[in-house]
């Protein structure tokens, strides 16, 4: 049946979630443009991820390896802790720790990097984190991750499959024929024949076989009460193992909660230092436009000072000549008188 190709969906889940529907839409139109009904109702069915599972999205899409790296990991802790293999668990677990972490800050680079997503401060990194825990402890979830079309995030309350020990059960002999035993079948016949049906040797050979099989029910008992106290050891043993495994994951977890909170607090306070860097950009561009009006106003007014002064100037030197004419006039005449 046609559909959807997975460059379409590919496209589709890894385009932030305010922008799918309008993507999604204009998908389903090309694919009624091009005659292809089909494909245009299964694009329509295709339903807007959260966020968060468009973070975890983002992953699957551009980082395949990492996202199966996390797949693998997951496998081997599942087998570690149905082996109940301690070191090999405390392994594993430091080491899922830091894939998770690594998967978490690659999301939030990948969002930072594409057109339309959140801000960065914005983003439910700790829902990424409780779903790629989930994708470790359960498949149907790590399946949900590697499709890359996740539309939910996910969680789990614990962590991994419940160990579950394998038992060996003891049985004692039961079956096999027994050591020193009454003989059977002609064996026996012709014990009773050679014996020639004597009591006395008959009644030896009864107890013999009767301590016979005491002495072996003992041991079997012994070495049954040795297993069992054996595997009540090492079930001890496992019991304070798997106590402490718990208690360095619970320390670490709540290490990464307080990192994680720690670093969105640290994204908010750079997307507000952002904001006030830009909002103090767009005062500095309108302070050099205003100095940029002043300065030109400063100069309008130093040229028509100049030409003040210069006409100023001019005036005065009229006056003085006119003075100095009249007074060289007021001579002629006293002059003349």
Same mark, same amino acid.
């Given at each position: 049946m046609p559909g959807p190709s997975r460059d379409l969906v590919e496209r589709?889940?890894?385009?932030?979630?305010?922008?799918?529907?309008?993507?999604?839409?204009?998908?389903?139109?090309?694919?009624?443009r091009a005659g292809d009904p089909a494909t245009a109702r299964e694009v329509a069915k295709l339903r807007r991820p959260t966020v968060a599972a468009w973070l975890v999205n983002l992953l699957a899409i551009r980082r395949p390896e990492l996202v199966a790296g996390l797949v693998e990991l997951a496998e081997a802790l599942r087998s570690a802790q149905r082996d109940l293999r301690g070191p090999r668990l405390r392994e594993l677990s430091a080491q899922r720790r830091a894939v998770v972490a690594a998967l978490v800050a690659e999301a939030r680079t990948l969002a930072t990097g594409t057109e339309g997503a959140p801000p960065a401060g914005?983003?439910?990194?700790?829902?990424?984190? !409780?779903?790629?825990? !989930?994708?470790?402890?359960?498949?149907?979830?790590?399946?949900?991750?590697?499709?890359g079309r996740l539309l939910r995030a996910?969680?789990?309350?614990?962590?991994?499959?419940?160990?579950?020990?394998?038992?060996?059960?003891?049985?004692?002999?039961?079956?096999?024929?027994?050591?020193? *035993? /009454?003989?059977?079948?002609?064996a026996a016949a012709k014990g009773r024949t050679e014996g020639g049906g004597q009591p006395s040797r008959a009644g030896g050979t009864g107890r013999t076989a009767r301590a016979g099989k005491a002495d072996r029910a003992e041991r079997a008992r012994e070495a049954d009460r040795a297993e069992r106290a054996e595997r009540?050891?090492?079930?001890?043993?496992?019991?304070?193992?798997?106590?402490?495994?718990?208690?360095?994951?619970?320390?670490?977890? +709540? +290490?990464?909660?307080?990192?994680?909170?720690? /670093?969105?607090?640290?994204?908010? $306070?750079?997307?507000?230092?952002?904001a006030e860097l830009a909002e103090v950009e767009r005062r500095r561009a309108a302070a050099e436009q205003e100095v940029s009006r002043r300065k030109l106003a400063r100069r309008?007014?130093?040229?028509?000072? $100049?030409?003040?002064?210069?006409?100023? *100037?001019?005036?005065?030197?009229?006056?003085?000549?006119?003075? !100095?004419? +009249?007074?060289?006039? *007021?001579?002629?005449?006293?002059?003349?008188?």
């Open positions: 589709l889940y890894g385009t932030p979630p305010d922008r799918f529907v309008a993507v999604r839409d204009a998908a389903v139109a090309e694919a009624r914005r983003l439910p990194l700790a829902e990424v984190e !409780a779903t790629l825990n !989930a994708a470790l402890a359960d498949t149907e979830v790590a399946a949900q991750v590697r499709a996910a969680s789990y309350a614990g962590f991994g499959e419940v160990p579950r020990p394998q038992l060996r059960l003891l049985t004692g002999g039961a079956g096999e024929p027994p050591e020193g *035993g /009454e003989p059977t079948g002609r009540a050891k090492r079930r001890r043993a496992l019991e304070r193992e798997l106590a402490r495994a718990r208690a360095d994951q619970e320390r670490a977890e +709540e +290490e990464l909660g307080s990192a994680t909170t720690a /670093e969105r607090d640290a994204a908010d $306070t750079l997307t507000a230092v952002e309008t007014a130093e040229r028509a000072v $100049t030409a003040a002064r210069r006409h100023t *100037g001019e005036v005065e030197g009229a006056w003085e000549t006119l003075l !100095a004419e +009249e007074g060289t006039a *007021g001579t002629d005449d006293d002059t003349a008188d």
